[in-house]
């Protein structure tokens, strides 16, 4: 019940604030402009991240008043939430920044490479594991701190890359959210749960406006920000959990980003060379949808049943434990597999 209270409030929260950033996108002149690799046909509003961020902040400030205990719990399980709140600051200035003049390639990595480093000093990544044969806790030193960077890097990015139509990034963090969110409360972190629920409520608030045909976008402000969060709260929600947990339900809840950024890596390397990794194309797996003929509506519920799927995988890898897991793991590289060869890749491109 508090998990639904939290949820319907940033919901709420969203639905009114969306309009809002809308109009003032408007007038900063924060608007995504009909181009070749655009869907849409006339210049829609950016900075959409900022109606999820003040939804999802006003709920957090108003739980108490709700009835509902958020900071308690989270300090309890050790959440130093200063520093996330930094890192969260520090990635939204560089997505509005993007959203209002554009960011070159290599300065936004360098904004994101700060955030993460930022909530990585405050706590936030893997500094160990449970070792699956002692028991024991197993500490990961530097190796930890540096693989945590380059994940919250990692999920931003993707995030960023599949925001490509109408709805799919928000729909895609919603699944995920949700997702996370079962994983939360099987595992008894109550304190994320809460977060994830403040988090899914405030993407489902914000989709109703983002949904074919959108009236505003995202943007940078808005991929970026929920990249960083979903990368930020998945490893603090697993914290100390057990090794075959901490690798694979985030990896499998947050499939299809992560195949979407490692194919555009390996494709743009393989085409164009290393150095223009981040010059734009439209051979995404969503462009390849539209390519053969499936309306943008349908590419994106397409693509929501594919994040489902995953999600299903990594909470049955959550409640499969020990060797059984290397199944669904399998499971899930199969689908990767017939996925990418359902879109075309490894043919040459049209």
């Known amino acids: 019940m508090p998990y639904l209270i939290l949820a319907a409030c940033a919901a709420t929260l969203a639905l009114a604030l969306t309009p809002l950033v809308a109009s003032m996108a408007r007038r900063v002149g924060a608007l995504d402009q009909p181009a070749d690799r655009r869907v849409h046909a006339h210049a829609i509003p950016r900075l959409g991240g900022l109606a999820i961020l003040g939804a999802g902040a006003a709920t957090f400030a108003l739980a108490p008043a709700l009835g509902v205990a958020v900071t308690a719990p989270l300090r309890a399980a050790q959440w130093n939430l200063p520093w996330l709140l930094t890192g969260i600051a520090v990635i939204t200035t560089a997505g509005v920044l993007d959203d209002i003049r554009g960011l070159r390639p290599l300065p936004k990595l360098a904004w994101q490479v700060a955030a993460a480093t930022l909530v990585v000093a405050g706590g936030y990544g893997v500094d160990g594991v449970d070792n699956p044969f002692t028991g024991n806790f197993a500490p990961l030193g530097m190796f930890g701190s540096a693989a945590s960077v380059l994940w919250i890097v990692l999920v931003t990015n993707a995030l960023n890359l599949i925001d490509g139509l109408d709805g799919l990034a928000t729909g895609v963090a919603l699944i995920i959210t949700l997702t ?75 499939g299809f980003p992560i195949i979407e950024v490692a194919l555009t890596l390996v494709r743009r390397t393989l085409t164009t060379g290393v150095g223009s990794v981040t ?57 990767m597999w017939v996925g990418i060869r359902a879109a075309g890749y490894g043919r040459s491109a049209r």
Not at 203 to 230: E, T
């Open 279 to 335: 010059r734009g194309d439209r051979q995404h797996i969503h462009d390849r949808l539209l390519e053969s003929g499936v309306s943008q509506r349908r590419a994106v519920l397409i693509l929501y049943a594919v994040c489902a799927t995953f999600g299903g995988l990594a909470f049955l890898a959550l409640l499969i434990r020990g060797p059984a897991n290397a199944i669904i793991v399998g499971i899930g590289a199969g689908l």
């Open 180 to 254: 996370l969110f079962g994983v939360s409360l099987v595992e008894q972190r109550l304190g994320a749960a809460c977060l994830w629920a403040i988090l899914g409520g405030a993407l489902a608030g914000f989709l109703r406006h983002n949904f074919s045909p959108a009236s505003i976008f995202l943007g940078d402000s808005g991929s970026m920000l929920l990249g960083f969060l979903l990368a930020v709260l998945s490893l603090k929600s697993l914290e100390k959990s057990a090794l075959a947990v901490v690798l694979t339900v985030p990896i499998l809840a947050l």
